[in-house]
């Protein structure tokens, strides 16, 4: 499967954004995807995973109560809804996908098989 995010750009802190993650092919349905984050100089954090049939969230504890992610099966198209955004969130986002037969933790990156190509977002203070 291809990944394709996008909707990053520069928001003052309070305001929201909404990235999407368009993905390819007629499987998306049958992968759990997730959203990582990486800020300059640090290494990439888990953000955000979502199972299949988009029924079990799962958010960083930095996140939570901030942002929502959500799936349309339908469109082939993973979301992620950015509330209350803050300086710290500045970073490229990254959307991946993992097969069923993965093993590992759902916040662990290396236990997603496909990525996406990141999309930057921007908070100023």
């Known amino acids: 499967v291809q990944l394709q995010a996008s909707g990053g750009g520069l928001v003052q802190a309070g305001g929201s954004l909404r990235l999407s993650c368009a993905a390819s092919g007629r499987t998306f349905s049958s992968y759990r995807m997730g959203w990582f984050r990486q800020a300059p100089g640090k290494e990439r954090e888990f953000v955000a995973t979502?199972?299949?049939?988009?029924?079990?969230?799962y958010y960083a504890d930095s996140v939570k109560g901030r942002f929502t992610i959500s799936r349309d099966n339908a469109k082939n198209t993973m979301y992620l809804q950015m509330s209350s955004l803050k300086p710290e969130d500045t970073a490229v986002y990254y959307c991946?996908?993992?097969?069923?037969?993965?093993?590992?933790?759902?916040?662990?990156?290396?236990?997603?098989?496909?990525w996406g190509q990141g999309t930057l977002v921007t908070v100023s203070s």
């Open positions: 979502i199972n299949w049939s988009g029924g079990s969230t």
């Open positions: 991946a996908a993992r097969s069923r037969s993965s093993g590992g933790y759902y916040s662990s990156g290396d236990s997603y098989d496909y």
